[in-house]
Structure formats: C-alpha cells, structure tokens
Nanobody, 114 residues
C-alpha cells in the first residue's frame, strides 16, 4: 500500500521557521515528481513547491526566497524548509507524489501566529 506521511507541522510565531517532512512508502520514490500543496480555510488548494525526479524545483511566487524544497531519495523523504513564516502561510500542507498515479498524504497543520 502507498503511504505518504507528513510531519513537522505546528504552531510558530510570525517570522519563525519550520521544516516539514514527507516520508513515502509503497512507491519507487526516485522516479516520482514530488510536491507540497496547501489549503487554507475558504481557499483553493495551491501548489507551494515542486521538485522533479531530476531535482529541478519550482515555487509559488508567494514563497520564493523563503521556502526550500528538497528530497533525499536514499531515505524516500521530501522536505520543505519554511523560513520567515507569515500568518498568510497558515494552512494544511499536503504531500503529493506523481508518476503514473497521483498520491496524497493526509496533511499537516501549519499555524503562524500574528
């Protein structure tokens, strides 16, 4: 069975940092494109950052310069380093893996206090 398990969410102060992790199992991790999405109450789900199987990255304009996506294929894990967090970053963050099929984690809550 495929599992994507997010961890690292929590409550942080405005300007703080947090690192999210996504541990994958049941897939050939190295061939999947990976990404982080987020959804805030009343808003559409949006792509935050993505990383291809070859390591190329893409970021939403709202997080460029503050967030860094990375992956460790030996550990079947993807990361999102979030710095200079703002209240508008508050959302549930979801891990995504895509190859032939699209897989999603259950999400982890990130709350940034004002």
């Amino acid at each position: 069975q495929v599992q994507l398990v997010e961890s690292g969410g929590g409550l942080v102060q405005d300007g703080g940092s947090l690192r999210l992790s996504c541990a994958a199992s049941g897939i050939i991790f190295s061939i999947h494109a990976m990404g982080w999405y987020r959804q805030a109450p009343g808003k559409q789900r949006e792509l935050v950052a993505a990383i291809t199987s070859g390591g190329k990255t893409n970021y939403a304009d709202s997080v460029k310069g503050r967030f860094t996506i990375s992956r460790d294929n030996a550990k079947n894990t993807m990361y999102l380093q979030m710095n200079s967090l703002k209240p508008e970053d508050t959302a549930v963050y979801y891990c995504n893996a895509k190859y032939t099929y699209n897989y999603w984690g259950q999400g982890t809550q990130v709350t940034v206090s004002s």
